[in-house]
């Protein structure tokens, strides 16, 4: 493989996700660090060699660029235990990582973003008004995760896989946007499982 770098800001859970994945399968990862907070992602230099989209994370193989988070995950680990041989349980897999992007991160990342990281007396109006119908949407991703994970230790078969190594990086750190994690409690009982795999390295 290609010698690897990730272009990140280490506060992200997209970030983290990408070195959770190198570590549990023991891949040399090199990090460059950014501070978004700062728009050191939206120079003239970031646009035009790293993404022209201006996010973070970006992972570089050699001299090629991959932006997107779980796109990034599935690179690393294609071919390896987190990822089902099994073609179903791949698409499952990928079903989670999707639900991850679309109904977890959008209000669980955001509201810790905002509430922790900004500040709700710094929000905008129009973001204030966000926050309730974002709690809502993301204490039924919640919810919905620990109904699943009532009757399986892991989100797709019996082993962990990219689909946990998505769900887990907002989840972890989700009481920083408000949200209860005591109330899931195989919910939590999942964290320690993600948390007691071997590599594991926790989020800076």
Not at 36 to 48: D, K, V
Not at 109 to 137: C, D, H, V
Not at 194 to 200: D, F, I, K, N, T
């Amino acid at each position: 493989m290609d010698k690897l770098t990730l272009h990140e800001d280490p506060r992200s859970g997209n970030c983290y996700k990408i070195r959770l994945t190198a570590a549990l399968l023991g891949l040399p990862l090199e990090r460059k660090l950014y501070d978004i907070m700062q728009g050191e992602t939206r120079t003239a230099e970031f646009l035009a060699k790293v993404n022209a989209n201006g996010r973070i994370p970006v992972l570089q193989a050699g001299d090629r660029f991959l932006p997107e988070s779980n796109a990034a995950c599935f690179y690393l680990a294609e071919g390896t235990r987190l990822v089902p041989e099994d073609r179903f349980r791949r698409a499952d897999m990928l079903r989670w990582m999707f639900f991850e992007q679309y109904n977890h991160e959008p209000n669980i990342a955001t509201l810790r973003f905002w509430l922790y990281f900004i500040g709700e007396a710094n929000l905008s109006e129009p973001q204030r008004m966000q926050i309730p119908a974002k709690r809502m949407a993301g204490e039924a991703a919640l919810e919905l995760m620990d109904r699943h994970l009532a009757t399986c230790d892991w989100f797709v078969g019996s082993a962990a896989s990219l689909a946990d190594i998505a769900l887990y990086a907002y989840t972890h750190v989700a009481e920083a946007g408000g949200f209860a994690l005591g109330d899931h409690a195989h919910v939590c009982a999942w964290l320690d499982r993600v948390g007691e795999l071997p590599g594991y390295v926790p989020m800076d």
